[in-house]
C-alpha cells in the first residue's frame, strides 16, 4: 500500500452518521466510501473526549498509559515517526490545541498545521490590551466584558477552530506538492465540536429557516447551563445544527477525497473515524458524560484494500495505527497495542471481547469497560455503574447491586487492565503550559482545560 490517509472527525457520533442507519442525509460521501470497505459497526472510543481519544488513534495505547493523555511520552510513538521512519513524506493539519505541538504530537512531520492564529480585530485588541493594561484597574472590567458578550450575547469572538473548507486547502496543497515518496497524511475537522456554527446552505438541508451564529452560540449556552430549560424545540434546533455541521464537513471531505484519487490514483488506503461522540441531553445534560455510548460509539471504516463487508465484532480506536502500519506493509512499534483489524478482516479472527480506558490522576482515577452485553464504570468517587447494554442500550438503569457477580468479574478486568497501565508508568510527564490566549480558546470549545 503506496500511501495512506487518515481522516478524524470530532465530536461524530456513529447514529448520526447514514450508514450506521441515521434518517437523515447527513454523510453521502462518507456512506459511498464506507460501502467500499471494512465498516466496524462497533467501534469505541475509550473513553469519550479529543485527550482520552488520541493516544489511542495516534500513537496506539489506552488513555492512561505511558503516563497518561495530558502530554505524549517519549516512550510512545507517534503513527507520523513510524511512517516517517520509513520513508513516507508525513503530513498533519489540525486545529485541535489538545494536539498541538505543546502536547507532543508534532513529532514525525515533515509538514504540521496545528492552529490557525486568532486574528480578528476583537482578538487583536484584547491582545493589546493584555499587554499595555494587563496592570491597571481597566483590565478585568475589559475581561468581564469579553465574557458577557459571548456568554450572554452570542457574539461570537475571535476563533475557535479552522474551518473544513481550510483544513481541506491546506490538505490538498501538500498533496499536490511534487515528491515521489509515499505519503501518509493525517486531517482532524473540527466543525462538529460545538459551537455549532454551520453554512446557511447547509443548515438549510435539515430546517426551514436557518438561525444566527450569534443564536446558536446562545443556545449552546443555555444548553450547558440550564439542561433543564431547554425546550423540545430548542434540542430539534440543536441537532438541526449539529446535523448541518456533519454534512458540511462530509462534503469538504469529498472534496479531499477527490484530490486524493486524482494524486493517488488507486494507490491509496484510508481510514476514517472520530475521536468521540456528543452527548445531546440524553441523559439530562450536554456533553460530559465520557463512559456513555453517545460519547464513546464512533464511526470507523477502511478502504482501499479487497473487502467491502460489516463487522460487528467489538474494536476499539486502539487498534487503528495498528492497522494502518500492518495494511502499509511496515513495523509495529513495541508500545502500539499488538491487534490489527486485518486479523479480524482477512483471518476472521478477533481475540478481543471489550474496549477499557479510564481518566483522572492517579490518585483520582475513573475507569470503564465495556463488552458487547455488559459496561461497567468504576468512578474515583465510588459512584460505581453497570449497565446491562442488551436490554438497555441506552444506558439509564444502573443495575450495580442487581448483578454482583458481573459487577465482580469486570472489576477484575479492570484491575488487568490497570496493570497493563502501571508497567509503562512514565513518571516524567507533565501537563504543559499552555498560554491565556490557548486556554481562552479552549474555554470557548466547552473543555475544562
Known sequence: MKNVLLITIDSLRADHVGYHGYDRDTTPVLDQYAEKGSRFMNAHAHVGGTRYSFPSILTGVTPLMHGGYEQISRSQTVISEAFGDAGYRTGGFHSNLYLSADFGYDRGWNEFFDSAPDDSMTSSLRRWAKTNLSDTPLMPVLQRGYDFLESSSGVNIGSYHVPADEITDRAIDFLKMDNDAPTFLWTHYMDVHHP???????????????????????????????????????????????????????????RLLDTVAEEWGDEYLVALTSDHGEHILEHGYFSGAQAMDVKTHVPLFITGWDDDRGYDELVGLVHLPTTLLDAAGLDIPDSY?????????????????????????????????????????????????????????????????????????????????????????????????????????????????
Open 196 to 254: 455549532f456554527l454551520p453554512p446557511e446552505k447547509y443548515q438549510r438541508l435539515f430546517r426551514e429557516e436557518p438561525i444566527s451564529n450569534r443564536e446558536s452560540i446562545k443556545l449552546r449556552r443555555k444548553f450547558a447551563e440550564e439542561p433543564d430549560a431547554v425546550t423540545d424545540e430548542e434540542r430539534q434546533t440543536f441537532i438541526d445544527l449539529y446535523d448541518a455541521e456533519i454534512r458540511f464537513n462530509d462534503a469538504e471531505i469529498g
Open 337 to 449: 497495542d499488538e491487534y490489527s483489524l486485518r486479523k479480524l478482516v482477512f483471518e476472521n479472527e478477533w481475540p478481543r471481547e471489550y474496549v477499557a480506558g479510564g481518566w483522572g490522576d492517579p490518585d483520582d482515577r475513573n475507569l470503564v469497560i465495556r463488552e458487547n452485553e455488559w459496561k461497567f464504570i468504576r468512578r474515583a468517587d465510588g459512584r460505581n455503574e453497570l449497565y446491562r447494554l442488551s436490554e438497555d442500550s441506552a444506558e439509564q438503569q444502573n443495575v450495580i447491586d442487581t448483578y454482583p457477580d458481573q459487577r465482580d468479574r469486570l472489576n477484575r478486568k479492570l484491575n488487568r487492565h490497570l496493570k497493563r497501565v502501571e508497567a509503562t508508568s512514565d513518571e516524567s510527564v507533565n501537563r504543559p503550559d499552555i498560554d491565556e490566549e490557548a486556554k481562552r480558546r479552549l474555554r470557548r470549545l466547552g473543555y475544562q482545560e
